[in-house]
């Protein structure tokens, strides 16, 4: 085991110490959502996303440790400039709020985003979420989209915060590999992606779509399509659905159940989404 | 608005009133699980949820209403023995251990189970769940496949309760209606599914599996399908794969992402299973 650089570590007794200011209370969303826009940061926890930041190229602002787990990240850091808290478990639970079971957390700059064009340009197969609110479904769609090969993600300007500690975990890093981009104008942003020859797809269950595999028939290698996936609960706005070229749905039996959860109807539409790129390849 | 009988609605001011038993520490999973085995009943939350397992015939033992919502399910409670407790939010907290936000909840009794010949007697596409620990994730699985119209699940014997709160909850309902059984023997189990007919696909991310889609083309009207899913983590055991029939896997590409989740990979297993019925009764 590698040990690490001792000027770089440094151990806080005090949880109110002012460098350890960007972990305080994790789970108090809005001081978080706050405090990581005024200083362009995000939070990733736990060894396994830490260095999936760290592989897709961003910048450590510090690392934090427990004492337990205070070799843990060492053959990474080897090199970096941030500095490493090593903190009690008692002093980690007061700053951040909670036990911290896995012993690891670190803060990283954010970098500034990718427009739209940049991330849709070379793009076959894009999903655009307006207005999806909970964390957790967003890290979820992001893991799906990564997974089953989707080549983008496009972001309402209201849609929740993919570098937020809780979607990075659920996304297990994926928001780190899988391009996104956030539209500045939400009234008028689709157009960009219909003028990029892009035929939207609109996710609703509403009377009139079409199952989603139907649309997709025949999609051929070179076309471009995007998945416009809406809030929980409301779905896309009707401004969305107007501007559609076609309503889509995953067909449903009529049983005692509303509808699918966002991250399972997300799921099966991106498996639709890529379908036939993924058996191609795995054909060629 | 109805007004309830007042001989069944009971004001209680006593967080720990013997008659409230039923209702201590929600969210201490140990001490439900022995307390719901021990008296057979599980916990439905929320206005939605208990008008579900209502009408899915099942008999409540007492409701739980906070005061401001004591006319919650008035038109409902006609005609039921069970009493109603009406308890302030305060007493509601020091009870269930967290702010009853919903303001209702409700004691059932729980029934015995088919059998597992019973439930897959009729059925053609059924999922086998072995030893999901997660509630959550039963309760999406759940979800997905009731809405998609997979017929039944089987529950190998340590996998996580369907009635459990969080598994209903996250169910919205759908464990009240798509039926279920659980078997008895997890080493020999499967070979009453096999000898009833049904093929075997084991879901498995590893080298050798074909894609799902794959392994179902081809199926007909009658054939009999049953998709064996795995813990979160591990997956299947390897006594599962050995009798399993196929192993299937949803395509990846390659990226950093693992693996799907479980119940995204739930989601589009199901879809694959009923594809050709929904889309014969979409025809028909």
Request: net charge negative.
């Amino acid at each position: 085991m590698r040990c690490l650089d001792p000027v770089k570590v440094i151990e806080v007794s005090d949880a109110t110490d002012e460098r350890l200011a960007d972990y305080v209370r994790l789970r108090d969303v809005n001081l978080r959502k706050s405090l990581e826009a005024e200083h362009g940061l995000f939070m990733a926890e736990g060894e396994k996303v830490i260095r999936r930041a760290l592989q897709a190229g961003y910048r450590p602002r510090s690392f934090l440790l427990t004492e337990r787990r205070r070799e843990a990240l060492a053959d990474v850091m080897e090199g970096l400039a941030a500095p490493v808290y090593v903190v009690s478990e008692d002093v980690a639970h007061r700053l951040v709020g909670f036990d911290l079971h896995r012993g690891a957390l670190a803060s990283f700059h954010r970098r500034p985003l990718p427009t739209v064009e940049q991330v849709i340009a070379d793009a076959r197969s894009v999903v655009v979420l307006e207005d999806i609110v909970d964390h957790t479904n967003v890290g979820a769609i992001f893991r799906s989209a990564a997974g089953l090969g989707v080549d983008a993600v496009v972001l309402a300007p209201r849609c929740a915060d993919p570098l937020y500690r809780r979607s990075i975990k659920v996304s297990m890093g994926a928001v780190f590999t899988l391009p996104y981009a956030r539209l500045d104008d939400w009234y008028a942003g689709l157009g960009e992606l219909s003028r990029l020859g892009f035929r939207l797809l609109a996710m609703t269950p509403a009377p009139g779509s079409v199952p989603i595999a139907e649309a997709l028939a025949g999609t051929g290698a070179r076309d471009r399509n995007a998945l416009l996936m809406g809030t929980e609960g409301d779905g896309l706005s009707s401004r969305w659905m107007e501007q559609a070229d076609v309503c889509v749905r995953v067909p449903m039996v009529d049983r005692d159940v509303d509808s699918l959860n966002v991250t399972a109807a997300a799921a099966i539409a991106c498996y639709e989404l890529v379908r036939g790129r993924v058996e191609d390849r795995a054909a060629g």
